[in-house]
């Protein structure tokens, strides 16, 4: 049975955490789910925007189940717990199309690296944010050191890390880590939605591509994949790919 579940109307996927017996902590399986997930969106030409939710009201997702990881050998837990979650969230993060975390309650430690994956953020009033895992003895294993230091001011990462302060809406809109705060935060997702529905599909996934660029987000394969768009338009390419067809040599009108 599925923990993250995948849903589509209109020109609009969700993704949905589901398990709210343990506020939508994260399990291996469901880090797995995720991944397979994205792969389908990614490759899916009707979706034009994609929203991440998560059943109930009390928790967006709190993280990782501690008894999921706990348990592990300390090289498991590297090899396989760590990266495996940087892959998904580095997936999530670099996915073509513009995405939105409806942060419907608290996010903590891996949920609010989910929500920092994700290209922007609407959150509940009554929802906060917090990186706990030195309270438990680790240190935050997907991207909370790294993605959110590009988000949020430093010392309002270090009061998060390091002292272990939660952040609620109102301060996470002052400092730029959210877009919006509301009640339903899930109707002000579709609206946004909605929108970039209206907008070309092509000139958002190469706008984002760019700031991605600018930001040091998996820059080298963005350039390459703005060059990789620009020349296949080219009618250089096309004589190259004739040629190599027909065993000759090409003759390049250079345009």
């Known amino acids: 049975m599925s923990n993250v579940i995948l849903s589509v109307t209109g020109p609009t996927a969700e993704l949905r955490l589901d398990n709210p017996d343990k506020m939508n902590a994260f399990t291996a399986g469901m880090v797995e789910q995720l991944g397979q997930h994205l792969e389908e969106i990614e490759r899916r030409t009707d979706v034009s925007c994609v929203l991440v939710t998560a059943t109930g009201e009390r928790a967006f997702c709190t993280g990782a189940d501690i008894l999921a990881w706990g348990a592990l050998s300390p090289s498991e837990f590297a090899r396989h ?90 301060r996470a809109l002052q400092v730029g880590l959210v877009a919006e705060v ?52 080219t009618e250089d390419r096309a004589e190259g790919v004739s040629a190599f067809a027909e065993k000759r040599k090409p003759k390049f009108p250079g345009t």
Do not use: Y
């Open 81 to 170: 717990w760590v990266r495996d979650g940087h892959r998904v969230f580095d997936r999530l993060a670099r996915l073509s199309k513009p995405t939105i975390a409806v942060l419907n309650g608290h996010a903590f430690g891996g949920g609010l690296e989910l929500a920092a994956a994700c290209d922007v953020r609407v959150m509940a009033p009554h929802a906060t944010l917090a990186l706990p895992e030195t309270g438990v003895g680790i240190v935050p294993g997907w991207s909370g050191t790294q993605r959110l230091a590009r988000l949020v001011p430093e010392p309002v990462l270090k009061e998060m890390a390091l002292f272990g302060r939660r952040i609620g809406a109102e």
């Open 182 to 233: 509301a009640e339903d935060v899930r109707a002000v997702a579709l609206k946004m939605a909605e929108r970039a529905g209206r907008l070309s599909p092509r000139a958002v996934e190469i706008t984002k591509s760019m700031i991605h660029a600018a930001q040091g987000e998996d820059r080298g394969a963005m350039v390459e994949a703005i060059g990789a768009a620009a020349i296949a338009a």
